[in-house]
């Protein structure tokens, strides 16, 4: 069986990182303001911050793209499933704890502040516990000590699946896989509606990333993006459908990944936004912490500060300031080590964009 090829290095997916990380942050920075009365000129900012959310769709699809790299690497150096699930099993899990760990400190602290005992920060019983440390809380429909987590839920479920087609692919073949992967998102498209919370509801998203990968791989760009265009307009035919959701920014962002390849260097020696591939190196910090710490800056601003006030606009980049800080110190004390350690010369593998 020939090897399949990798792309190597695809620097402008950072940017694309560093821009949906930014899109969530802004959201929840927002977040708990978007009912209340604002200072009228932060109320254009809050429109635009409203649509941060579309930013974790931006990521399923970034993940399915970094997912099918990673897959082709481990398969050209002869590793499987095994090898997969314990390179992403210490990819997310060492700094999802030790945030987890953050949140409880914040919440610790913030005690003294609300007025509340120093249970109401921690988990109710040791069942909760387990299900948090062992990101399987979002399936029990137990809140979680971390806002984001349910997207890595569903980030852990995509992974089980990608071992799965990993574990396969030597009987059924590259092209088999693909098809596994389609008829799977079809599946998705055709359930009509759906009251349990399934691993299913954003797979079109994470497998059109995949897509994009697969065709360009095969230097198909065209082909690759009538295929995304085509699952956009096949979800459009569809009843609003809970798990067969392709957003129109996940749609945009594999035409983006598509279009962007051949033109990588020159897009990133753009000066105007180096700066959004550099957040995008640590955007998994910042995708962890920021939701805990602008919720704890911002309560406690607000304590002395109303939105309405024109210092809230001085208080929402203040708080947004110390989160990018905080993620970044948080990127080289957890993240960076552990990304070192992962990539250590023993377990090195070609491929450099997961």
Known sequence: MTEPQTLGRFAFVDHLRGMAA?????????????????????LPFAACAELG?????????????????????????????????????????PAYWATLLVCLLLGLAAVP????????????????????????????EVPSLLLVSWTLAYEAAFYLIAALFLAFRPAV?????????????????????????????FWPEFWTGFLAHAFLLRRKVWLGIAVVLTLAFVTLLIPANPIGQLHLVSVLTAIVLLAAYRHD??????????????IGVWSYSLYLVHAPLLSRSLN???????????LYALLLLGALALTLYCAWIFSRLVEGPIERWRHRPKLQVECQIA
């Open 265 to 278: 260097q020159d897009l990133i020696r753009w000066p105007a936004w180096q700066w959004l591939g550099q």
């Open 173 to 201: 073949g590259e092209w088999g896989v693909i098809t596994a992967g389609c008829v799977l998102t079809v599946f998705c498209f055709l359930i009509r509606s759906c009251e349990i919370e399934t691993p299913l509801r």
């Open 22 to 42: 930014l899109a969530v942050a802004v959201f929840h920075a927002f977040g708990s303001t978007f009912d209340t009365a604002m200072w009228a000129p932060l």
């Open 300 to 310: 406690l601003g607000r304590r002395y500060v109303p939105p309405d006030s024109p």
């Open 53 to 93: 959310w579309q930013g974790v769709h931006v990521f399923f699809v970034l993940s399915g793209f970094c997912i099918a790299e990673k897959i082709a690497s481990l398969v050209r150096s002869g590793r499987g499933p095994r090898a997969f699930m314990r390179d992403r099993f210490w990819r997310i899990m």
């Open 113 to 140: 502040f609300n007025g509340k005992s120093p249970a109401s920060a921690l988990p109710p019983s040791m069942w909760a516990w387990f299900l948090d440390f062992g990101l399987v809380q979002h399936w029990f």
